[in-house]
């Protein structure tokens, strides 16, 4: 089982900044990536950025090198540090970790509730 506790989304202005945490515990092998997606109001949830456990990372055109993820593998923990907010980018962000239950099992994926991220005047 896996638990996963989000924080620091809010209400920011156009241009300001947000740094999203995502702390992942519970009873599994290992993680094999971590990410971000968001859904906004009345569109589909998409990718905003992950990072696998070698480091790679994939993040969406949309972020323009505005966000920034990182990981902190020892405390099974990512973050994504967001910049020059704009309103299209207010959505519920949501944490998500791919797991390994054993070393020679499948990979399985567990989402986290969300955490809304408003930017507005």
């Known amino acids: 089982q896996v638990q996963l506790v989000e924080s620091g989304g809010g209400l920011v202005q156009p241009g300001g900044s947000l740094t999203l945490s995502c702390a992942a515990s519970?009873?599994?092998?290992?993680?094999?990536?971590m990410g971000w997606y968001r859904r906004a109001p009345g569109k589909q949830r998409e990718m905003v950025a992950t990072?696998?456990?070698?480091?790679?990372?994939n993040s969406a055109d949309f972020v323009e090198g505005r966000y920034t993820i990182s990981r902190d593998s020892d405390k099974n923990t990512v973050r994504l540090r967001m910049n020059s907010l704009k309103p299209e980018d207010t959505a519920v962000y949501h944490c998500?970790?791919?797991?390994?239950?054993?070393?020679?099992?499948?990979?399985?994926?567990?989402w986290g509730q969300g955490t809304q991220v408003t930017v507005s005047s």
């Open positions: 519970g009873s599994f092998f290992s993680i094999v990536a």
């Open positions: 990072i696998s456990d070698s480091g790679t990372i």
């Open positions: 998500k970790v791919v797991y390994r239950r054993t070393s020679w099992g499948l990979d399985y994926d567990f």
